[in-house]
């Protein structure tokens, strides 16, 4: 069980740090910004062909679109920030269902264990 578990752990690590790497480099790589009619400056990424060497995109998304990859270039900080919450509320939570402590016994098992100490030497 724990071998399975220890596993199924560094699966899950495997994959946040590849899905964080490929964010990273969509960032890093595919940063752009469209001026809206209003005069506001929206800053995304995500993957397209370049139309020039300046920064300020001609915009081809809907009203839609834009609000949607603004809402999704500000996620890794609501995300982060959700956990934070979380790490804060930890204490208070411990009764619902998230941090439960389990016992020490319940980690480790011993073939022989047994509450008798060593013997007495005079």
């Given at each position: 069980?724990?071998?399975?578990?220890?596993?199924?752990?560094?699966?899950?690590?495997?994959?946040?740090?590849?899905?964080?790497?490929?964010?990273?480099?969509?960032?890093?790589?595919?940063?752009?910004?469209?001026?809206?009619?209003?005069?506001?400056?929206?800053?995304?990424?995500?993957?397209?062909?370049?139309?020039?060497?300046?920064?300020?995109?001609?915009?081809?998304?809907?009203?839609?679109?834009?609000?949607?990859?603004?809402l999704a270039a500000n996620l890794p900080v609501?995300?982060?920030?959700?956990?934070?919450?979380?790490?804060?509320?930890?204490?208070?939570?411990?009764?619902?269902?998230?941090?439960?402590?389990?016992?020490?016994?319940?980690?480790?098992?011993?073939?022989?264990?047994?509450?008798?100490?060593?013997?007495?030497?005079?």
């Amino acid at each position: 069980m724990f071998g399975l578990l220890h596993i199924h752990r560094l699966r899950v690590a495997r994959l946040l740090l590849g899905l964080f790497l490929a964010m990273w480099l969509n960032g890093v790589v595919f940063r752009h910004a469209h001026r809206l009619p209003s005069g506001k400056l929206i800053v995304h990424a995500h993957p397209y062909w370049p139309f020039g060497k300046s920064p300020i995109l001609p915009n081809n998304h809907t009203a839609q679109e834009i609000l949607l990859l603004d809402l999704a270039a500000n996620l890794p900080v609501v995300v982060s920030s959700f956990f934070a919450f979380l790490f804060l509320l930890r204490e208070r939570l411990q009764s619902v269902f998230l941090f439960k402590n389990r016992s020490f016994q319940s980690h480790f098992r011993f073939r022989c264990f047994s509450h008798r100490g060593p013997p007495l030497v005079w």
